[in-house]
């Protein structure tokens, strides 16, 4: 027998046949049975990925075989990683496709708006590249990003005549590769580049929101929260569309859009109205039934004074964690159908402080307020151009 050391076995693969000359497995775990695993790496790892509890380890696989030693069982040849808390989770196959939640005119109002802005008369370096058609390929430069913002990117180019095609799904993790070619944008050339720096900066954002979302979904449910992580508004003027969507693509709660939405009575409002119970009662009288109401509260009683006026929604601000818990229940106890909220102050480093069995939902305004970009670029395939005066040396 051969003295060689099998590599680590993958989670709870069994019953490995042949069926019309299809390779066949069945998950040990759920009992799905997944076709060409060994043909393709992509239905087996995508697989696992809906493990996410099982996938951890294998976040970075590059292949997969069968060992000779143990027939039946599948191995992955990979990158072992670190057991870092901040790992994101990959969306890359979401069950729904976003894209269809943002209006089309929307995305052309806004790619317009970026292309005016970007180019607000001439452009005088287009005379030196001209309309001959070109290729360049996006890269991406930060290695385990997310991708967010394919709508938008895409648009762009088709705004400008140009097309682009991907190399990966919308939420897909790109992977541990120190440069990864992600699609591949053709058209005119002073097209490609008249789009170049709008493109790049909105899927460079989307994706940034994208990634730290996912870590941050990764940190709740690796603990076992069952809570929602949300967004706030506090997003940048003009592109809070393109920073919603992406918080959607990273797996977190959107949180409310704009004021025209969910009604959110913060400190100012209360104090404007005189009282937590008369803002309550007046907000009500407005949104009616179609509407939820929130109220941001300093303390446990003025939580309590808000559930017995009607709100859905106690916001718990600023609380230091241990305290977060102890209200919490006591409100849950209290009024059991009353949804909790805690903010203020969370970061990706303190999150795990505040998750508790007794708030619904924690919302970080750093998911947009200081969140790190992802670096993209795009580069044009260099091209031999036969000169057009003159006449050529034979």
Known sequence: MSSRKPKVIAYGFKHFRVENNKRVAVCKICGKQINDVISTTSNFVRHLKSHKESFTEYQNTTSIHIDPLQPGTFQLEHQQIKDDPYSPISMSQPQLDLSHSIPPHAITRLVRDWLAEDTPNFDPAGVCVGSQDVEATLFCKSPCSILAGIPFFTAVFTELGCTVEWMYQEGADLGPGAVTPTAVVRGPARCVLLGERPALNCLARASGIA???????????????????????????????????????????????????????????????????????????VCGFSSKIEVECGSREEGSEAAAAGADIVMLDNFKPEELCV????????????????????????????????????????????????????????????????????
């Open 211 to 285: 990634t730290r979302c996912s870590k941050l979904q990764y940190i709740t449910s690796k603990a076992g929260w069952q809570g929602q992580v949300a967004g706030t508004r506090k997003t940048t003027p003009g592109f809070r569309l393109v920073e919603k969507y992406a918080m959607l693509v990273g797996g977190v709660s959107m949180h409310r859009q704009d004021l025209s939405g969910m009604v959110m009575l913060k400190d100012n409002h209360v104090w404007a109205s005189g009282s937590i119970t008369q803002a309550v009662m007046d907000a009500r009288a």
């Open 327 to 394: 209200a919490a229940r006591l409100l849950k106890e209290k009024f059991p159908f009353l949804l909790i909220e805690a903010s203020g102050g969370v970061t990706p480093s303190s999150l795990l402080e505040y998750l508790s069995p007794h708030v619904d939902i924690i919302s970080l305004g750093c998911i947009t307020q200081g969140c790190p970009i992802v670096d993209f670029s795009l580069k044009v395939h260099k091209t031999v151009f036969e000169p057009f005066y003159g006449e050529s040396k034979s």
